[in-house]
């Protein structure tokens, strides 16, 4: 997740899908492809994102978590 909000990802999986989750709420396709980039305009202050990204049996390759729950200036980015 770079700054922008603009969602990358790279993978050697064919017909790998990127999830997305909010604030813990049922995974919901957000891209598909083996390597992409693109825009969250969505993001925004006062909750969390978690972008999964998985091959096409639905095995988890990456995650990455974005918490903008906090009130604080700084955002907590994970990556797993």
Do not use: C, M
């Amino acid at each position: 997740i770079q700054p922008n909000n603009i969602i990358t990802w790279q993978t050697n999986a064919a017909n790998a899908r990127v999830y997305v989750v909010q604030d813990n709420k049922p995974e919901q396709v957000f891209a598909e492809g083996r390597t992409g980039s693109q825009g969250a305009p969505w993001i925004q202050q006062g909750h969390q994102f978690v972008f999964i990204l998985r091959d096409i049996n639905g095995n988890e390759l990456a995650r990455q978590q974005l918490d903008l729950r906090s009130s604080s200036n700084q955002n907590q980015r994970g990556n797993r």
